[in-house]
């Protein structure tokens, strides 16, 4: 049975981060013969640009026929002007939707090598490691009606609506509960009960799945406390699960915790571990085509592919391990560059974590 | 013309602050012969078991006629149990939505005395001092339909409507650049443009109102990166406007930057800058009760109160001078206690603002 793997260089730095988590991800297929293929399309603005649309159907149609999804990054200034239908982070949305890739993981783990990097005091954040669960296929990202409208009184109104059936909530709680059961069995779901029903609804499926998992130890917090938290005492969080919006926003901070975002990877799966990987940075246009971005996150996130779609925990550790061995052999790239160390290029970086293999 | 406060201590730490508070409202109100009276009424959780409401018709007549409002705090776990509607939340979402307090500053200031407190380095925060202005009566947290009612599908689904108008956008656009205007004159205006449509709506009418502030620099930050950039480098912004929803999460991340949200007062106004003043934190009903709480953050309530309500900026400068100087002769409260100063109870530190006066 082949393996497909749909690759999406996207935008801005995407073709540079992707062309080293290839390399890295072809290495490894290659020694432990994992059989995996890959096959290239275009997406966000670069799809835009040759086909006048952020997902044109023979990328959506590669990713459906595909068992996992390798994404760069979309979007940059050259296409802000554009309407909103087509503007490259349509591209990633409509994959999202179209594959049913309701669960995001998005772990924030400082790499101790990186201490130095955060805005936090190192007492704070050192040894962090906790895990976002973001619903990725709801919310008011979906919701309808949604839209600009003119108001009898002459007046545009715009409207987004947050929308979550029991169901969408009860899956992504069962994704969150067995992460949680894998990790320190402690689930913080986050919401705004006080104020939002949609969410006081989310809260209740929250604690009706929590029964199925008494081994793991369920809380719940609204989301202005929990962005507190975060900032105050972030390591009292395991397993965080949200909504779509709130996600967003908490994965940033803790992403940002870290102080080195160019590391962070994400997965986006389906209830099949189909899933679509990418780093939860952006496409950094500013530095695009310069050789310098980071290609760290990417490679994470093949780890993070080969763990969860292709179930390969194995084949996932090797190039944990070799980009720690990477940071200890002291190559940093210009984003995670301290004193004493050795500034190395993308590829250098690729080339590092090769070394490691 | 006698200028009528409504004083609401509300629940849990919310009565002990509140005493302080007007402690010293009530000497400088003396020493300056302002001629402000106070009447005080039930609100939150407290309303609810006295009258089974959170917001009593009494409690909201005397707000509408009075000139401002100082809150203390709502909620607590007692009242979590509560049906939505009576909930302790409600009665300041009432007052908020009924005297239409659509502009909701939120300063958040680092005290040089308390640069240690911050969990982020020395180096990132001190000196910060930023304003979020949220809007507070529209968006989400109003926005109609709303609910949760049972699909065809037999299940239950939940929806909130996230919904601005571009009057409601351009009033609170004004409030924020009027104060940028009076400070560092930038404002970076926060949202989900790229999104959600109503905030497509809202940055453009945010672009639109600020041709008639050509002085004042405007910016464009979506959420997720507006929250990562207050943890990275929160000294860039000046002052911040966005929404009701996002508002409620940046201010409580940026107070956090601070390392004492003991500190932090807020202003809620309406267009002729009658308004509801509270301290930023909640009622902490963990310490009610024992005199250990921080009133400070109540006591520069009442400074704005008097700049921004009563237009007495002599009044409110004399106050803030005095709660510099009590931190200057290092009395401190539990919550911002460190090595060598002098541990003091609420009422202690309500005297030694007094003192310093
Ligand atoms: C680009 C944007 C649409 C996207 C989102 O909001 O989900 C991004 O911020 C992310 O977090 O993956
Ligand atoms: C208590 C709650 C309803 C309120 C809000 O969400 O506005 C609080 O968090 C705040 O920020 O004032």
Not at 79 to 99: D, F, M, Q, T, Y
Not at 286 to 305: E, H, K, R, W, Y
Request: glycine share 8%.
């Amino acid at each position: 049975m082949p393996k497909k793997i749909a690759v999406l260089p996207g935008d801005g730095i995407g073709p540079e981060i992707v062309a080293e988590a290839l390399k890295v991800l072809s290495f490894i297929n290659a020694d432990m013969g994992l059989g995996l293929s890959f096959e290239t399309a275009l997406v966000g603005g670069a799809a835009y640009d040759a086909f006048g649309t952020p997902l044109p159907q023979q990328t959506l149609n590669l990713c459906k026929n595909a068992d996992a999804v390798l994404l760069g990054a979309v979007g940059g200034p050259k296409w802000e002007p554009l309407a909103h239908a087509v503007r490259p982070e349509r591209g990633l949305l409509g994959i999202r939707s179209e594959l049913n890739l309701f669960s995001n993981l998005r772990p924030a783990i400082l790499y101790p090598q990186l201490v130095h990097a955060s805005t936090l005091k190192p007492e704070v954040v050192s040894g962090l490691d906790l895990m976002i669960v973001r619903e990725l296929t709801g919310g008011i990202y979906f919701g309808q009606p949604r839209g600009i409208h003119i108001a009898e009184s002459g007046e545009k109104v715009g409207a987004n609506t947050e929308i979550y059936s029991e169901s969408e909530i009860r899956r992504i709680a069962h994704s969150a509960f067995r992460i949680a059961q894998k990790r320190h069995k402690r689930l913080c779901s986050v919401d705004k009960a006080n104020v939002l029903e949609v969410t006081e609804l989310w809260r209740n499926v929250m604690t009706e799945v929590g029964k199925d998992y008494p081994d793991v130890e369920l809380s719940h917090m609204y989301v202005d406390n929990a962005a507190m938290q975060l900032v105050r005492a972030p390591k009292q969080f395991d397993v965080i699960v949200t909504t779509n919006m709130f996600g967003d926003i908490l994965s940033d901070v803790a992403a940002m915790l870290t102080g080195s975002i160019g590391m962070l990877p994400s997965a986006s799966l389906d209830a099949n571990a189909k899933g679509m990987y990418e780093p939860i940075h952006g496409s950094a246009p500013d530095i695009a085509g310069q050789g310098i971005a980071n290609p760290l996150a990417t490679i994470l996130s093949v780890a993070m592919m080969l763990r969860y779609t292709f179930n390969q925990p194995e084949a996932a550790e090797r190039i944990e391990a070799a980009v720690n061995a990477a940071l200890d052999s002291n190559v940093r790239t210009a984003d995670i560059y301290s004193d004493g160390m050795t500034q190395v290029s993308t590829s250098g970086m690729g080339d590092a974590v090769l070394k490691a293999l």
